[in-house]
């Protein structure tokens, strides 16, 4: 079982933490001498120690001005600064633009040679419509009261697809049947996003998979949408942020999960029968 998809955040907040905490024990500094050398209150020094409050890259130079270790100063600014950039806030990050979000992922897409994706709930980005993506990308928009280019965001998100075209990469995707049946669209785009199911998960490079909702004694519960870049990073999608792990360790886990979750789909034959079944279900 993964851990909570935020834990690698965190364990990398209390490395940063524990670094700062022997340094100033190593310097022989209370936790109220080391405030009064930074100039600010000594609970603020026990909230940095205890990974409560992230220190920003002023508190780290005054922390190790303070304990005699400016050496160490790039070094931990740029471990705190990686600690905070594997939680990113949805919220912040389509504050501006939802389409340069979706451009974002280009390179990182191209870089990868296997992409393994799960969602329960959305059909995969590489796989959507435009239709499809510009009534969801609006929902989106309107839940993190952002700025609603829903129409260009959708097309960015198109383009960034089309690295399913390209050379040097293959797809392993699985979802939920119940994806199927999520009315995010009209019923027309709804049509046109599973009709383009049936064409792209017959491209060679792609292993399309559904789990079916009757499935008995499943291997494994619905997990959370994640998304592995070769067996590198994970990249798990909460309601409120982006989760990114890079540890090994939960890696594995998350691999073995996808993996539970692969061997209770349908493919082929079997997947296209239950994607016309929820097309002849729209009416």
């Given at each position: 079982?993964?851990?909570?998809?935020?834990?690698?955040?965190?364990?990398?907040?209390?490395?940063?933490?524990?670094?700062?905490?022997?340094?100033?024990?190593?310097?022989?500094?209370?936790?109220?001498?080391?405030?009064?050398?930074?100039?600010?209150?000594?609970?603020?020094?026990?909230?940095?120690?205890?990974?409560?409050?992230?220190?920003?890259?002023?508190?780290?130079?005054?922390?190790?001005?303070?304990?005699?270790?400016?050496?160490?100063?790039?070094?931990?600014?740029?471990?705190?600064?990686?600690?905070?950039?594997?939680?990113?806030?949805?919220?912040?990050?389509?504050?501006?633009?939802?389409?340069?979000?979706?451009?974002?992922?280009?390179?990182?897409?191209?870089?990868?040679?296997?992409?393994?994706?799960?969602?329960?709930?959305?059909?995969?980005?590489?796989?959507?419509?435009?239709g499809y993506a510009r009534a969801l990308l609006g929902i989106i928009s309107r839940f993190h009261g952002a700025v609603d280019d829903g129409?260009?965001?959708?097309?960015?998100?198109?383009?960034?697809?089309?690295?399913?075209?390209?050379?040097?990469?293959?797809?392993?995707?699985?979802?939920?049947?119940?994806?199927?049946?999520?009315?995010?669209?009209?019923?027309?785009?709804?049509?046109a996003q599973l009709g383009y199911l049936l064409t792209a998960g017959a491209l060679p490079q792609v292993s399309f998979g559904i789990i079916?909702?009757?499935?008995?004694?499943?291997?494994?519960?619905?997990?959370?949408?994640?998304?592995?870049?070769?067996?590198?990073?994970v990249s798990v999608e909460l309601a409120t942020a982006e989760v990114s792990i890079a540890q090994p360790s939960e890696i594995a886990l998350?691999?073995?999960?996808?993996?539970?979750?692969?061997?209770?789909?349908?493919?082929?034959?079997?997947?296209?029968?239950?994607?016309?079944?929820?097309?002849?279900?729209?009416?």
């Amino acid at each position: 079982m993964p851990k909570s998809p935020s834990s690698s955040a965190q364990a990398a907040r209390e490395n940063v933490a524990r670094r700062l905490r022997d340094m100033r024990k190593n310097a022989g500094l209370t936790v109220t001498g080391l405030a009064n050398e930074c100039g600010w209150h000594h609970a603020k020094t026990s909230r940095i120690e205890n990974a409560r409050t992230p220190p920003s890259p002023t508190d780290i130079r005054l922390w190790c001005r303070a304990t005699g270790a400016m050496d160490q100063t790039p070094d931990l600014i740029a471990a705190a600064q990686n600690a905070e950039s594997l939680y990113r806030e949805w919220r912040q990050r389509v504050r501006t633009s939802l389409a340069k979000l979706q451009d974002s992922y280009v390179e990182q897409y191209r870089s990868t040679e296997l992409l393994r994706q799960y969602s329960p709930v959305l059909v995969p980005g590489v796989l959507q419509t435009e239709g499809y993506a510009r009534a969801l990308l609006g929902i989106i928009s309107r839940f993190h009261g952002a700025v609603d280019d829903g129409a260009e965001a959708a097309a960015a998100r198109v383009r960034r697809s089309q690295v399913i075209h390209e050379p040097g990469h293959r797809f392993v995707l699985l979802i939920e049947e119940a994806v199927l049946y999520y009315q995010l669209a009209d019923a027309e785009e709804m049509a046109a996003q599973l009709g383009y199911l049936l064409t792209a998960g017959a491209l060679p490079q792609v292993s399309f998979g559904i789990i079916p909702t009757a499935t008995r004694e499943r291997a494994m519960w619905p997990q959370e949408t994640f998304t592995m870049l070769d067996d590198t990073l994970v990249s798990v999608e909460l309601a409120t942020a982006e989760v990114s792990i890079a540890q090994p360790s939960e890696i594995a886990l998350y691999l073995s999960a996808f993996e539970q979750l692969r061997s209770m789909a349908v493919y082929g034959a079997d997947a296209r029968s239950l994607i016309v079944k929820a097309i002849d279900a729209l009416g």
